[in-house]
């Protein structure tokens, strides 16, 4: 039996990861911890929650033991353009908290997840059809951060034998809990705007093509890379994985279809715009399609008509 503790839980991919493996393996065996204390809401109602700062080793460590933890998905982070920010705060989580998960994990024999980025790669990668193996030259210090990352999953998957695996994930859109500063964070705050006020200023201009992923195919690649045959994994840490790449026009276009006076214009993020310039235009994700059947089953048309119907139905109940 399978017990999973959850770094990171309230954030973007953790909210929802969390109710989706408790689904799957049963809320008492599903861990979520935070370093807000989260104590009401479906978090705290479906299974256990934990307050826990990844930068402290003993707390990770006391966890996993009280648990008896043997998979963690370690999800705390600091998103790209935060990270520009205050990029002590992004090595500080991004690196420092990885080290303690993977050492807490080596001491008691546990597999991680890890979720690298698009932003693994930099300027000097090649932009179309991104390959798995390639250049990873990142200007941004989340992106440096993401690099480190892989190394040291890769490291001690080697030198352990530590079972860790992981995706570089694109922008991730979704209607829950709202991403926390990214870059791709646009393509999340555009369907909300577009049903509150019918009309977006977009951080990033019209050209800017980006890889992106709605959440259920996000859950879905944590999940089924963790139970992949491991005999089949030529690669583990970090596999390319996309759903669909657009820029800030073809994404306006779509939501027209639906609401046909929503307007966009433009006010480009200086920050935003060059850690956006140095992400790949579209990824080459076909090593996770063969290694373990990576798979996505939305695309721009049918995440649009989903978000916009979810979106809609809150702001209506008015909920937003
Ligand atoms: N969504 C992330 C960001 O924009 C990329 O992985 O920072």
Same mark, same amino acid.
């Given at each position: 039996m399978k017990n999973i503790l959850l770094t990171g839980c309230g954030g973007q991919i953790g909210s929802e990861l969390t109710l989706e493996l408790r689904k799957r393996y049963g809320g008492s065996n599903v861990i979520g911890s935070d370093k807000r204390i989260i104590t009401t809401g479906p978090l705290a109602e479906t299974g256990p929650m934990e307050t826990m700062d990844v930068t402290n080793a003993a707390e990770i460590d006391a966890l996993v033991k009280k648990y008896h933890?043997? %998979?963690?998905?370690? /999800? *705390?982070a600091v998103l790209s353009a935060v990270g520009e920010k205050n990029p002590g705060l992004a090595w500080n989580i991004g690196v420092n908290g990885l080290y303690n998960v993977l050492e807490v994990a080596r001491e008691n024999g546990c597999a991680v997840f890890f979720p690298s980025s698009i @932003? *693994? =790669? @930099?300027? %000097? %990668? #090649? /932009?179309? =059809?991104? #390959?798995?193996?390639t250049i990873q030259r990142p200007v941004s210090m989340y992106g440096v951060t993401k690099v480190t990352g892989e190394l040291l999953c890769d490291y001690y998957h080697t030198r352990?034998? /530590? &079972?860790t695996r992981g995706v570089r994930f694109p922008g991730i859109i979704s209607n829950d809990t709202l991403p926390g500063?990214? %870059?791709?964070d646009y393509a999340v705050e555009i369907y909300y705007e577009a049903i509150k006020k019918k009309k977006f200023t977009c951080p990033l201009p019209a050209g800017t093509f980006l890889d992106m992923m709605y959440m259920p195919d996000a859950i879905d690649a944590a999940i089924n890379l963790m139970e *992949? &045959? #491991? +005999? +089949? /994994? +030529?690669?583990?840490?970090?596999f390319n994985v996309t759903a669909m790449s657009f820029d800030p026009e073809i994404i306006a276009a779509e939501i027209r279809k639906h609401i046909p006076d929503f307007q966009m214009s433009y006010n480009p993020d200086p920050v935003k715009v060059c850690i956006a310039n140095s992400w #790949?235009? +579209?990824?080459?994700d076909s090593c996770a399609r063969a290694e373990w059947g990576w798979n996505p089953k939305y695309n721009l048309s049918s995440m649009t008509v989903d978000m916009l119907k979810v979106i809609g139905e809150k702001h209506a109940k008015g909920i937003l």
């Open positions: 933890i043997d %998979t963690i998905y370690h /999800l *705390a @932003g *693994a =790669f @930099g300027p %000097t %990668t #090649p /932009l179309d =059809f991104t #390959p798995q193996d352990y034998g /530590l &079972d500063g990214g %870059t791709t *992949a &045959d #491991p +005999k +089949k /994994l +030529k690669h583990r840490n970090s #790949p235009n +579209k990824m080459d």
